[in-house]
């Protein structure tokens, strides 16, 4: 029986979830095998780190052998929930909503968006990938409709509390927020954040940091 997500820790599903990318590409290229090195050099980890998350799934390799891809790729895409794909809807189509649903790398990982909305006139009806923007209204009936359980929210900060709101009341119980605010959301609903500001001048700081001392500097 495998281990419910919800023990495994959140910093360590996250490394999971890069594991199986890696995985998935490797078995795309026809690799059986992979050693706990190679494995952790391409996720950007430790090979002790590696072993100490994968720990959480049960015994996964062999002793000089390395792990079975195939097996090991299964294994995760059910402990991550990720074995058949999951409807989601995205809310906000500007221009990094409309990026986000028409990228196609969504689908061969597992999650396939059914609705994008959003409450301009000028976007309602536009095609966005293989989908029909919808006015916000139509949110409720769309997720009812297909039992959608993640919703994206792409608009600007001062309307995504709303939308989160909606997408609570509506049934969607995980939500990822790329709005440049905290959103407040009720009991049994995830929400994560992507700030992309934030990561953007998390880079600037570790690339200053790489600057050699006086360079740049005046007298």
């Not at 999971?16 to 795309?28: C, F, H, I, K």
């Not at 900060?157 to 709101?165: G, K, L, R, S, Y």
Request: hydrophobic residues 45%.
């Amino acid at each position: 029986m495998q281990p419910r997500p919800r023990t495994i820790p959140e910093a360590t599903v996250a490394r999971l979830a890069v594991y199986l990318r890696v995985l998935t590409t490797l078995a795309d290229g026809g690799r059986s095998t992979v050693s706990s090195g190679e494995l952790a050099s391409a996720a950007g980890v430790n090979p002790a780190g590696l072993r100490k998350d994968l720990s959480h799934l049960g015994p996964c390799g062999v002793r000089g052998v390395g792990y079975d891809v195939g097996a090991l790729r299964d294994r995760l895409t059910r402990v991550l929930g990720v074995e058949s794909a999951r409807a989601c809807v995205l809310v906000g189509i500007g221009n990094l909503g409309s990026a986000l649903a028409d990228y196609a790398g969504f689908g061969t990982r597992g999650f396939e968006f059914v609705g994008l909305f959003d409450a301009s006139p000028a976007r309602i009806g536009q095609r966005v990938g293989a989908l029909q923007v919808r006015p916000l209204d139509e949110l409720e009936d769309v997720v009812a409709a297909t039992g959608a359980s993640i919703g994206v929210i792409t608009t600007p900060a001062e309307v995504a509390q709303p939308v989160c709101d909606r997408l609570a009341a509506a049934g969607v119980r995980s939500i990822l927020n790329f709005a440049p605010v905290t959103l407040a959301a009720p009991a049994g609903v995830d929400v994560r954040k992507v700030d992309l500001s934030v990561e953007l001048q998390v880079l600037a700081f570790l690339g200053q940091q790489r600057v050699p001392a006086g360079v740049g500097e005046t007298a």
